[in-house]
Structure formats: C-alpha cells, structure tokens
C-alpha cells in the first residue's frame, strides 16, 4: 500500500462505545504502524462514560475520544483509509457512504456494552469483555504480513478476524 502509516476507521451507530475503545486499541497497539479513527452513523454526541472509565483505567489517552458522524470521513479532506471494520450490527447493514480511494472493509460484529443490564458490576464486566474481543480481533489485525498478502487473501483474514471462533464441544 504505502510507507505511511495505515489509516482504519471503526464505525457503529453511536460511536459512543465500541467503536471508540478499537480507536483507542489500535493507536496504541498499531502505533507507528497504523493510525486509528472512529465514528458512527448515528453518533450520540457523547462518548458513553464507562468506555471512558475503562480507557482511563487501561492507562489510555482519553483526549481523542468524541462521538462523531461518519460523514466526516467521507469529504474529500479527509484522511484516506485503508481500512474500514464495522464493529455493531446496525452499521453493518447501513448504507455507508462511498469511502475515498476504496478501503478493504470487514465486520467485526461484537455486543453493545452500553446496552447491557443488571448491576453496576456486570455493566463494568460487558465493557472489559467488549475490550478484550476487540483487542485480541486488533492483535490479529496488526500482526498480518501487509505487504506479502495479496488484496484477496488480506481480504479473506480480515473476514476471519471478525467471525466468532466454535467454541470446542
């Protein structure tokens, strides 16, 4: 592709959870390498205070993180992505806008923290489990050979990345 680092966006309806902790994932696992962004279809407006938390907590930098519209990636000057993963349901089955320079896109597909239920506990647990599903797809991703894979092999390991591994009997 280029010498430049790689440029990924990460898309979900709201853009206040999910897309925001693989923002944060691939900026500091990817550093150098690939440079992470995210936004959403519908995005909320704010970034959802327990994602927040969770990075803070991880020793993130929180500083970057704001929800935001999609349509912000889709001008002409913006920065051209390589790479566009759907990480909810919904944004996957949305009509995206066209992304300049055509980027290999994948669906990562992982359950909404924010919509989970019950204790202040198990609420903090299904933000820690979405964290960890997106950082293990984000280590697979960063670990790929780029340059030695051919367009549709890259293709065919970033759909792989994105289907849930069966689980052994």
């Known amino acids: 592709m280029s010498d430049r680092p790689y440029n990924v966006l990460f898309l979900c309806t709201g853009n206040s959870a999910r897309s925001i902790l693989a923002e944060a994932i691939l900026n500091r696992l990817g550093q150098g390498k690939f440079k992470a962004y995210s936004a959403g279809s519908q995005p909320k407006g704010e970034v959802h205070p327990y994602a927040l938390q969770l990075l803070k907590t991880l020793n993130h930098d929180t500083g970057f993180a704001r929800s935001k519209s999609w349509e912000e990636f889709a001008v002409p000057e913006a920065p051209q992505m390589d790479f566009v993963f759907t990480v909810c349901d919904n944004a996957a089955n949305e009509a995206c806008p066209v992304w300049p320079g055509q980027p290999m896109t994948a669906h990562w597909g992982v359950p909404d923290p924010a919509a989970a239920e019950g204790t202040e506990a198990e609420k903090h647990f299904a933000f820690d ?14 670990s790929l050979p780029m340059t030695s894979l051919d367009k549709l092999a890259l293709q065919r390991r970033l759909n792989e990345i994105g289907r849930d591994v069966p689980k052994a009997g």
Do not use: C, P, V
């Not at 489990?129 to 960063?142: A, E, G, K, P, V």
């Open 129 to 142: 489990d979405t964290y960890r599903m997106l950082n293990n797809r984000i280590s697979i991703f960063i």
